[in-house]
């Protein structure tokens, strides 16, 4: 991209995190969800891996606020949860002066770290920071994903979203490390485009499962690479992260939506609904 056509992407995606701020001032986060998605289109459309990143992490954060503001106990504490959103919004626009991702990455470990003492719920008080549990139990959940990876090939099945029911219970209880949470984003946004495929592959109440595989295997074998690593390289882990976003936005052109509805993936939110809007 010559640096003419990266200026104008920086200018056309500042335009999409400035339209967030305005509504996250307005409380209006089911909005901000839809410029999210906007923003990593926009990401498609100049072929800027380097810059999708906050898309993602906008689309993430505004789960929180969902379930805080659909919990009338926890709706109390908006302006506290807010202001911790509203630092990392600012750090975000910032961000576009020098493109750091590890940077990025940093800032929002810390942003969840900061949420979850919001977030976390009167049964989740009495458990302790514990990372190292985290990291064991995030372990185990991709030893789970490698072992049985079939499930991930039945009609119905519900395989990712039961993975990331745990993942975010152990995030919420005991907190995590850079790692497991870079690994959670990997598999919920796996969890997006996986419905696409899934739902590309069935038909007339059958399921393509050797094709769903092939169409899933490059995505998989990430999982069981970052499996093996104590450390993430951030540079590999966003190309990855990248080609799932893409292909994920390039399937919303194909298809517009789904045409039925599953459950929404806001792990790290407090409540699930029904909807498509995260399509």
Same mark, same amino acid.
């Given at each position: 991209?010559?640096?003419?056509?990266? &200026?104008?992407?920086?200018?056309?995606? =500042?335009?999409?995190?400035?339209?967030?701020?305005?509504?996250?001032?307005?409380?209006?986060?089911?909005?901000?969800?839809?410029?999210a998605n906007r923003y990593l289109e926009n990401c498609l459309i100049f072929n800027q891996y380097k810059l999708f990143l906050p898309g993602v992490f906008i689309k993430d954060m505004v789960n929180d606020y969902i379930g805080i503001i659909s919990n009338p106990e926890k709706r109390k504490t908006i302006n506290s949860a807010k202001a911790i959103?509203?630092?990392?919004?600012?750090?975000? =626009?910032?961000?576009?002066?020098? /493109?750091?991702?590890?940077?990025?990455?940093?800032?929002?470990?810390?942003?969840?770290?900061n949420i979850n003492e919001i977030l976390r719920d009167d049964i989740s008080i009495h458990y302790l920071k514990n990372p190292q549990f985290s990291s064991l139990s995030f372990k185990f959940l991709l030893d789970y994903i490698e072992s049985h990876e079939d499930y991930l090939?039945?009609? !119905?099945?519900?395989?990712?979203?039961?993975? /990331?029911?745990?993942?975010?219970?152990?995030?919420?209880?005991?907190?995590? !490390?850079?790692?497991e949470l870079m690994v959670y984003i990997y598999i919920k946004f796996l969890g997006f485009l996986y419905q696409y495929i899934y739902h590309e592959n069935y038909s007339n109440n059958q399921l393509d499962?050797?094709?769903?595989?092939? &169409?899933?295997?490059?995505?998989?074998?990430?999982?069981?690479? /970052?499996?093996?690593?104590?450390?993430? &390289?951030?540079?590999?882990?966003?190309?990855?992260?990248?080609?799932?976003?893409?292909?994920w936005r390039e399937m919303y052109i194909i298809y517009k939506g789904l045409s039925i509805e599953r459950d929404v993936l806001i792990p790290l939110g407090l409540k699930r609904t029904k909807t498509n809007i995260q399509k």
């Open positions: 991209m010559s640096d003419k056509d990266l &200026d104008l992407a920086i200018k056309i995606l =500042q335009q999409d995190i400035a339209t967030c701020v305005y509504l996250f001032e307005k409380d209006d986060f089911r909005l901000i969800n839809i410029i959103g509203v630092g990392l919004l600012s750090r975000i =626009q910032d961000s576009f002066k020098d /493109l750091n991702e590890e940077y990025l990455w940093k800032e929002f470990y810390k942003y969840n770290l090939y039945m009609i !119905n099945n519900k395989f990712l979203e039961g993975i /990331l029911d745990i993942m975010v219970r152990v995030i919420r209880n005991h907190y995590s !490390n850079l790692k499962k050797e094709k769903l595989k092939k &169409d899933l295997s490059i995505y998989f074998k990430y999982i069981i690479y /970052l499996k093996t690593k104590k450390e993430i &390289d951030t540079n590999d882990f966003n190309k990855n992260l990248w080609e799932i976003i893409k292909k």
